[in-house]
Protein backbone atom coordinates (compact mmCIF):
# COMPACT_ATOMS: atom_id res chain seq x y z
CA UNK A 1 0.00 0.00 0.00
CA UNK A 2 1.08 3.57 -0.74
CA UNK A 3 3.26 2.54 -3.56
CA UNK A 4 4.74 5.36 -5.98
CA UNK A 5 5.64 4.50 -9.71
CA UNK A 6 7.22 6.70 -11.73
CA UNK A 7 9.59 6.14 -15.02
CA UNK A 8 13.13 7.65 -15.12
CA UNK A 9 14.16 6.91 -18.62
CA UNK A 10 16.05 4.06 -19.77
CA UNK A 11 13.70 1.30 -18.83
CA UNK A 12 14.02 2.25 -15.55
CA UNK A 13 11.00 2.77 -13.21
CA UNK A 14 11.19 3.57 -9.65
CA UNK A 15 9.02 2.10 -7.31
CA UNK A 16 8.85 4.67 -4.16
CA UNK A 17 6.87 4.15 -0.80
CA UNK A 18 6.76 7.65 1.02
CA UNK A 19 6.83 7.51 4.61
CA UNK A 20 9.13 8.01 7.62
CA UNK A 21 11.73 5.93 6.49
CA UNK A 22 11.17 5.90 2.35
CA UNK A 23 12.29 3.26 0.34
CA UNK A 24 12.83 2.56 -3.13
CA UNK A 25 13.58 0.07 -5.32
CA UNK A 26 14.54 0.29 -8.93
CA UNK A 27 13.32 -2.31 -11.38
CA UNK A 28 14.83 -2.69 -14.81
CA UNK A 29 11.75 -2.33 -17.88
CA UNK A 30 11.94 -4.92 -19.55
CA UNK A 31 10.14 -3.53 -23.24
CA UNK A 32 9.78 -6.66 -25.33
CA UNK A 33 8.56 -8.98 -22.64
CA UNK A 34 6.25 -11.01 -24.55
CA UNK A 35 3.36 -11.58 -21.89
CA UNK A 36 5.88 -12.30 -19.41
CA UNK A 37 6.38 -9.93 -16.29
CA UNK A 38 8.11 -6.59 -17.60
CA UNK A 39 9.29 -5.63 -14.38
CA UNK A 40 11.17 -8.39 -12.70
CA UNK A 41 14.82 -7.70 -12.16
CA UNK A 42 15.70 -5.28 -8.62
CA UNK A 43 18.72 -3.11 -9.83
CA UNK A 44 18.99 -1.34 -6.76
CA UNK A 45 17.24 -0.37 -3.58
CA UNK A 46 17.44 1.84 -0.65
CA UNK A 47 15.84 4.31 1.42
CA UNK A 48 15.79 8.17 1.50
CA UNK A 49 16.32 10.86 3.83
CA UNK A 50 15.18 13.70 2.25
CA UNK A 51 12.80 12.45 -0.07
CA UNK A 52 9.70 11.59 2.15
CA UNK A 53 6.08 11.97 2.12
CA UNK A 54 5.02 15.09 0.88
CA UNK A 55 7.67 15.37 -2.03
CA UNK A 56 6.54 14.94 -5.67
CA UNK A 57 8.82 13.32 -7.88
CA UNK A 58 8.64 13.85 -12.23
CA UNK A 59 11.01 12.73 -14.86
CA UNK A 60 13.12 15.37 -16.74
CA UNK A 61 14.36 13.10 -19.57
CA UNK A 62 17.22 13.55 -20.78
CA UNK A 63 19.23 15.88 -23.49
CA UNK A 64 18.64 13.53 -26.92
CA UNK A 65 20.84 15.58 -28.53
CA UNK A 66 23.87 14.02 -26.55
CA UNK A 67 25.53 11.14 -27.01
CA UNK A 68 23.85 8.25 -24.86
CA UNK A 69 26.35 7.62 -22.27
CA UNK A 70 27.13 10.91 -21.77
CA UNK A 71 23.85 12.37 -20.69
CA UNK A 72 21.72 11.76 -17.56
CA UNK A 73 18.44 11.87 -17.21
CA UNK A 74 16.79 14.22 -14.66
CA UNK A 75 14.10 13.97 -11.94
CA UNK A 76 12.22 17.10 -10.08
CA UNK A 77 11.94 16.17 -6.66
CA UNK A 78 9.22 18.81 -5.90
CA UNK A 79 7.18 19.71 -2.61
CA UNK A 80 3.56 21.22 -3.83
CA UNK A 81 2.33 22.02 0.16
CA UNK A 82 4.70 23.26 3.47
CA UNK A 83 6.03 20.14 5.02
CA UNK A 84 8.52 21.57 7.49
CA UNK A 85 10.59 24.59 7.95
CA UNK A 86 13.01 22.65 5.76
CA UNK A 87 10.92 22.02 3.21
CA UNK A 88 8.40 24.97 2.55
CA UNK A 89 5.91 24.99 -0.24
CA UNK A 90 7.26 25.10 -3.86
CA UNK A 91 10.53 23.81 -2.59
CA UNK A 92 12.21 22.38 -5.44
CA UNK A 93 15.52 20.18 -6.60
CA UNK A 94 16.62 18.93 -9.86
CA UNK A 95 18.91 15.64 -9.41
CA UNK A 96 20.80 13.41 -11.92
CA UNK A 97 19.60 9.80 -12.36
CA UNK A 98 22.23 6.96 -11.97
CA UNK A 99 21.20 4.07 -13.64
CA UNK A 100 23.16 1.71 -11.37
CA UNK A 101 23.81 3.85 -8.39
CA UNK A 102 27.62 3.49 -9.06
CA UNK A 103 28.60 6.12 -11.74
CA UNK A 104 28.72 8.88 -9.27
CA UNK A 105 31.10 9.35 -6.22
CA UNK A 106 28.64 9.42 -3.02
CA UNK A 107 28.35 8.43 0.58
CA UNK A 108 26.14 5.70 -0.71
CA UNK A 109 24.34 4.04 -4.11
CA UNK A 110 21.31 5.55 -4.83
CA UNK A 111 19.36 6.90 -8.19
CA UNK A 112 19.00 10.50 -7.57
CA UNK A 113 23.25 10.96 -7.58
CA UNK A 114 24.14 13.10 -4.95
CA UNK A 115 24.72 16.00 -4.78
CA UNK A 116 21.18 17.53 -6.33
CA UNK A 117 22.14 20.20 -9.29
CA UNK A 118 20.42 22.80 -8.47
CA UNK A 119 17.44 23.65 -5.44
CA UNK A 120 15.60 26.29 -4.82
CA UNK A 121 11.64 27.67 -4.34
CA UNK A 122 8.94 28.74 -6.25
CA UNK A 123 6.69 31.11 -5.61
CA UNK A 124 3.63 30.51 -7.71
CA UNK A 125 4.34 26.59 -8.82
CA UNK A 126 2.89 24.92 -5.63
CA UNK A 127 0.06 23.20 -3.81
CA UNK A 128 -2.75 24.09 -6.34
CA UNK A 129 -0.90 22.77 -9.50
CA UNK A 130 0.75 19.54 -11.33
CA UNK A 131 3.65 18.83 -12.74
CA UNK A 132 4.32 17.67 -16.25
CA UNK A 133 6.89 16.88 -18.38
CA UNK A 134 6.35 17.19 -22.13
CA UNK A 135 9.51 16.08 -23.59
CA UNK A 136 11.42 18.57 -25.48
CA UNK A 137 12.76 20.84 -22.42
CA UNK A 138 9.14 21.67 -21.97
CA UNK A 139 7.44 21.02 -18.94
CA UNK A 140 3.32 22.17 -18.25
CA UNK A 141 2.30 23.27 -15.16
CA UNK A 142 -1.55 23.03 -14.77
CA UNK A 143 -4.05 24.42 -11.90
CA UNK A 144 -7.02 21.62 -11.97
CA UNK A 145 -9.46 23.98 -9.97
CA UNK A 146 -9.03 26.87 -12.39
CA UNK A 147 -7.52 25.53 -15.52
CA UNK A 148 -4.87 27.50 -15.38
CA UNK A 149 -1.89 26.36 -17.49
CA UNK A 150 1.22 27.70 -18.20
CA UNK A 151 4.52 25.75 -20.00
CA UNK A 152 8.00 26.52 -19.25
CA UNK A 153 11.86 26.09 -21.13
CA UNK A 154 13.61 23.84 -18.89
CA UNK A 155 17.25 25.08 -18.96
CA UNK A 156 18.45 21.94 -18.73
CA UNK A 157 22.02 22.68 -19.44
CA UNK A 158 22.18 25.43 -17.31
CA UNK A 159 20.80 23.27 -14.76
CA UNK A 160 23.45 20.01 -15.50
CA UNK A 161 26.55 22.75 -15.47
CA UNK A 162 25.30 24.69 -12.54
CA UNK A 163 27.96 26.09 -10.17
CA UNK A 164 25.42 27.45 -7.81
CA UNK A 165 21.52 27.43 -7.00
CA UNK A 166 19.42 28.65 -10.29
CA UNK A 167 15.50 28.35 -11.13
CA UNK A 168 15.62 25.87 -14.15
CA UNK A 169 12.62 27.60 -15.42
CA UNK A 170 14.70 31.02 -15.90
CA UNK A 171 12.28 32.89 -18.27
CA UNK A 172 9.10 33.91 -18.60
CA UNK A 173 6.18 31.01 -19.25
CA UNK A 174 6.83 30.34 -23.14
CA UNK A 175 2.50 30.52 -23.32
CA UNK A 176 -0.39 31.01 -20.56
CA UNK A 177 -3.60 30.11 -21.40
CA UNK A 178 -6.76 28.46 -19.41
CA UNK A 179 -8.27 25.10 -20.21
CA UNK A 180 -12.52 25.53 -20.33
CA UNK A 181 -13.15 21.40 -19.97
CA UNK A 182 -9.58 20.37 -18.62
CA UNK A 183 -10.02 21.11 -14.91
CA UNK A 184 -10.56 19.89 -11.50
CA UNK A 185 -11.14 15.50 -11.25
CA UNK A 186 -8.58 15.33 -14.70
CA UNK A 187 -5.54 13.51 -15.28
CA UNK A 188 -3.10 14.59 -17.65
CA UNK A 189 -0.06 12.53 -18.67
CA UNK A 190 2.45 12.44 -21.46
CA UNK A 191 2.11 10.24 -24.40
CA UNK A 192 5.29 11.44 -26.13
CA UNK A 193 5.46 12.44 -29.56
CA UNK A 194 3.33 15.35 -28.66
CA UNK A 195 0.66 13.94 -27.81
CA UNK A 196 -0.98 14.16 -24.44
CA UNK A 197 -3.90 12.17 -23.14
CA UNK A 198 -6.29 13.96 -20.27
CA UNK A 199 -8.54 11.51 -18.78
CA UNK A 200 -11.44 11.84 -16.20
CA UNK A 201 -11.52 8.84 -13.81
CA UNK A 202 -14.45 8.92 -12.56
CA UNK A 203 -16.31 8.95 -15.50
CA UNK A 204 -14.21 6.61 -17.93
CA UNK A 205 -13.94 10.14 -20.80
CA UNK A 206 -10.62 9.84 -22.40
CA UNK A 207 -9.17 12.60 -24.77
CA UNK A 208 -5.94 12.73 -26.50
CA UNK A 209 -4.52 16.04 -27.98
CA UNK A 210 -1.85 16.80 -30.32
CA UNK A 211 0.27 19.48 -28.47
CA UNK A 212 1.60 22.27 -30.87
CA UNK A 213 4.67 23.92 -29.87
CA UNK A 214 4.81 26.48 -32.14
CA UNK A 215 2.08 28.82 -30.38
CA UNK A 216 2.59 31.44 -28.26
CA UNK A 217 -0.62 32.74 -28.14
CA UNK A 218 -3.75 30.95 -26.70
CA UNK A 219 -3.93 27.12 -25.99
CA UNK A 220 -1.09 24.77 -27.50
CA UNK A 221 -3.27 21.90 -27.63
CA UNK A 222 -5.71 23.21 -30.26
CA UNK A 223 -9.91 21.60 -30.68
CA UNK A 224 -10.84 19.39 -30.96
CA UNK A 225 -9.23 16.36 -29.96
CA UNK A 226 -7.37 13.52 -32.18
CA UNK A 227 -9.70 11.11 -30.34
CA UNK A 228 -12.06 10.81 -27.81
CA UNK A 229 -14.22 7.82 -25.78
CA UNK A 230 -14.99 6.97 -22.51
CA UNK A 231 -12.94 4.02 -21.08
CA UNK A 232 -15.75 1.05 -19.44
CA UNK A 233 -12.36 -0.83 -17.27
CA UNK A 234 -10.12 2.34 -16.04
CA UNK A 235 -11.51 4.22 -13.42
CA UNK A 236 -10.30 5.82 -10.44
CA UNK A 237 -8.93 2.99 -8.72
CA UNK A 238 -6.11 2.50 -11.87
CA UNK A 239 -2.89 4.36 -12.58
CA UNK A 240 -1.94 5.04 -15.70
CA UNK A 241 2.44 5.84 -15.87
CA UNK A 242 4.09 6.77 -19.69
CA UNK A 243 6.93 4.47 -20.15
CA UNK A 244 8.66 5.81 -23.29
CA UNK A 245 7.96 5.06 -26.47
CA UNK A 246 3.89 3.54 -27.28
CA UNK A 247 4.05 1.84 -24.08
CA UNK A 248 1.68 2.82 -21.05
CA UNK A 249 1.04 1.13 -17.69
CA UNK A 250 -2.38 0.43 -16.22
CA UNK A 251 -1.70 -0.09 -12.60
CA UNK A 252 -4.21 -0.90 -9.87
CA UNK A 253 -1.72 -0.01 -6.67
CA UNK A 254 -4.23 -1.57 -4.18
CA UNK A 255 -4.41 -5.00 -5.67
CA UNK A 256 -1.04 -4.69 -7.44
CA UNK A 257 -2.83 -5.87 -10.85
CA UNK A 258 -1.24 -4.19 -14.11
CA UNK A 259 -1.31 -4.01 -17.66
CA UNK A 260 0.96 -2.73 -20.56
CA UNK A 261 -1.40 -0.68 -23.19
CA UNK A 262 0.32 0.58 -26.28
CA UNK A 263 -0.78 3.73 -27.97
CA UNK A 264 -1.89 3.67 -31.37
CA UNK A 265 -1.17 7.44 -32.61
CA UNK A 266 -3.21 6.19 -35.94
CA UNK A 267 -6.19 5.63 -34.56
CA UNK A 268 -8.91 8.56 -34.57
CA UNK A 269 -12.53 7.10 -33.60
CA UNK A 270 -11.95 4.03 -31.35
CA UNK A 271 -9.60 3.32 -27.88
CA UNK A 272 -5.98 4.56 -28.87
CA UNK A 273 -5.16 2.34 -26.15
CA UNK A 274 -4.82 -1.22 -26.69
Partial sequence: MGHR?????QDRAVDWVPGAKPSYRVWAYERFADGNDPLTEILLEGN????????ELIWLGRDLRGKPDSVDDLVLDWVPSTISEDYPAGYYRVFRVDPEGTKYKSTASDILAEPYLVKGNWSSIRASK???????????????????????ILARKAVENAVENIDPFPDAPEVEWTWDSIQKGHRIINLG???VLSWMPSTGWYR??????????????PNP???EG??????????LVWLGG??????????????ILLFDRTVVSANPLK
Fill in 225 to 227: PLV
Fill in 230 to 239: YWQDIDETHE
Fill in 193 to 195: GDR
Fill in 5 to 9: LIYIG
Fill in 246 to 259: RQILDWQPESSKYR
Fill in 48 to 55: WSTITKGH
Fill in 208 to 221: VWRYDRTIRDGDPF
Fill in 130 to 152: KLVYLGGDRVLDWEPSSGNARIW
